[in-house]
């Protein structure tokens, strides 16, 4: 294990959908919708121009990977943007609150069925969801405070590709020092970690609001995060002082290592070995680590 001084950079290379042949297609129109990012802003898919969804109406919809339903949502369209060509990306979110849990059961499920075929098991089938398991049937082990929800409004990207987040930095008014404090989750294998650090992303609203729960006056403004080997290094980044930050730090994670317990089944170990760090530039990466991407097992949501 090995956390550095320097900001991490983001996993923005959409290496979790590039590993998968995921997509969406609505109950009352089954036109095929791939998948190309999921994160905080929600899924993200390609669709042609003439058949891109209504905004704001939610609508029943089939998560569907090589054939196979893994489950079905109600998806409500966040936001559209062009692409070349007559196609659109569309971003979607899910429309209940426990539809965020069946999609990642479902996706988990998916990757756990995934590697038992990569690792020759024969009589791996996939039969659903979480199927054989006794996951997310204990009550809900994390409480989000109240008026944090899924619908709050995200901040648009301000690009995409590798840089997408150091542009939010640079968009940030007033925001030229902020402070750090690193920890380090430790996962069973190196596929559970580029699942669970997507898994994060997603969340961060979540996170943010857990982060307060310790401190009001701890403001989180993001968290950078990198894969190496069964860790996922994170980064969580405050305009705050040091004394809230350290403990929003250590009261998020301990309420992920509890949310991962309950909807994923996931057994999470985490450390907080760094102090906490004042970052006169929020951008710098020495790109050690960047490696570990290209070392990723087939097995973590493969296309092959």
Not at 35 to 43: A, C, I, S, V, Y
């Amino acid at each position: 294990m090995y956390i550095t001084r320097d900001l991490p950079a983001p996993v923005f290379d959409d290496d979790f959908t590039a590993r998968t042949r995921i997509e969406v297609r609505y109950v009352d129109h089954p036109v095929s919708m791939p998948l190309t990012r999921l994160d905080r802003h929600g899924l993200t898919v390609t669709v042609a121009h003439a058949e891109q969804p209504v905004i704001g109406l939610p609508r029943r919809a089939l998560i569907v990977a090589d054939g196979a339903t893994l489950c079905e949502l109600r998806l409500v369209a966040r936001s559209t943007a062009p692409l070349q060509g007559d196609c659109v990306a569309a971003t979607l979110q899910p429309s209940r609150a426990d539809d965020h849990d069946l999609l990642w059961q479902a996706l988990r499920a998916y990757q756990l069925h995934l590697c038992a075929v990569a690792s020759g098991d024969e009589s791996a089938r996939w039969a659903g969801p979480m199927a054989g398991e006794a996951v997310a049937t204990t009550p809900h082990a994390v409480r989000t405070p109240r008026g944090v929800t899924r619908s709050t409004a995200l901040p648009a990207r301000a690009s995409e590709g590798p840089h997408a987040t150091a542009s939010l930095w640079e968009s940030e008014s007033g925001l030229h020092s902020v402070v750090s404090c690193d920890a380090a989750f430790s996962l069973a294998s190196q596929e559970d970690a580029w699942f669970f650090s997507h898994w994060l992303d997603y969340h961060f609203e979540e996170i943010r609001a857990w982060a307060r729960m310790s401190d009001g006056a701890a403001d989180l403004r993001e968290i950078f995060m990198r894969v190496a080997d069964h860790e996922v290094e994170v980064r969580f980044v405050f305009q705050s002082s040091e004394r809230a930050m350290r403990a929003a730090t250590e009261t998020a994670c301990g309420c992920i290592k509890a949310e991962a317990a309950r909807q994923l089944a996931m057994t999470i170990d985490y450390c907080l070995p760094g102090t906490g760090a004042t970052l006169a530039s929020p951008i710098v990466w020495s790109g050690r680590g960047a490696g570990g991407r290209s070392g990723a097992s087939v097995c973590a949501f493969s296309s092959k």
